[in-house]
């Protein structure tokens, strides 16, 4: 069971918007930065978002992420089926003093 | 750019040590505005945060592995170590280093390590 709480699975066709909400605490998302994190089938996570809502140089503009509270979300829009991928989100935990991940969800591009 | 690349054995027995290592290109693990992480994922499952070490040698360990873990730094290879002492079928994993700092990344392409007799 994650510290931070992700859908398991998330679906949209082609070209729609989707969302994907990361639910933590006080001790860790409201208090430290979130990353998101791709995972493409059979490959190693990728970093997409940083410190809440900044992309690394070659993350195209349709991967956003934004914080508010103890919760935060990844929004991607202009889906294409080649962002079917495993999604997770990750921040310190400052009462557990470790690094936590949520559970990831799986996006599917129908 | 920084990349990472793990190696080790990809077969352990029962109640020995898992030994990985991590060689790092394209950057130091003497940078001080780093970290260097060891991060693990069971086949199917989502992701576990190992542990980190810092420049200075300093460490921090996911409790719940704290006892069995140790990470070392070799600063004239590039080089960062895991060691998992005890392993159990439970710790069979694809094992993932990375850079560290207010997020984790690059991560190297991971070693999958069975543990079996």
């Known amino acids: 069971q994650s510290v931070l709480t992700q859908p398991p699975s998330v679906s949209a066709a082609p070209g729609q918007k989707v969302t994907i909400s990361c639910s933590g605490s006080s001790s860790n998302i409201a208090s430290n930065y979130v990353s998101w994190y791709q995972q493409l089938p059979g490959t190693a996570p990728k970093l997409l978002i940083y410190?809440?809502?900044h992309r690394p140089s070659g993350i195209p503009d349709r991967f956003s992420g934004s914080k508010s509270g103890t919760s935060a979300t990844l929004d991607i829009t202009g889906l294409q089926t080649g962002d079917e991928a495993d999604y997770y989100c990750?921040?310190?935990?400052?009462?557990?003093?470790?690094?936590?991940f949520g559970g990831g969800t799986k996006l599917t591009v129908l | 750019q920084v990349q990472l690349q793990e190696s080790g054995p990809g077969l352990v027995k029962p109640s020995e040590t898992l030994s990985l290592t991590c060689s790092v290109s394209?950057?130091?693990?003497?940078?001080?505005?780093?970290?260097w992480s060891w991060i693990r994922q069971p086949p199917g499952k989502g992701l576990e945060w190992i542990g980190y070490i810092y420049y200075t040698g300093s460490t921090r360990y996911n409790p719940s592995l704290r006892s069995r873990v140790i990470i070392s730094l070799d600063t004239s290879k590039n080089q960062f170590s895991l060691k998992l002492t005890s392993v159990t079928a439970a710790d069979t994993a694809v094992y993932y280093c990375?850079?560290?700092?207010?997020?984790?990344?690059?991560w190297g392409q991971g070693i999958m390590v069975t543990v079996s007799s």
């Open positions: 394209g950057g130091s693990v003497s940078s001080a505005s780093d970290y």
């Open positions: 410190d809440n809502n």
């Open positions: 990375a850079r560290s700092s207010h997020y984790t990344g690059p």
């Open positions: 990750g921040t310190w935990d400052s009462s557990l003093t470790t690094v936590v």
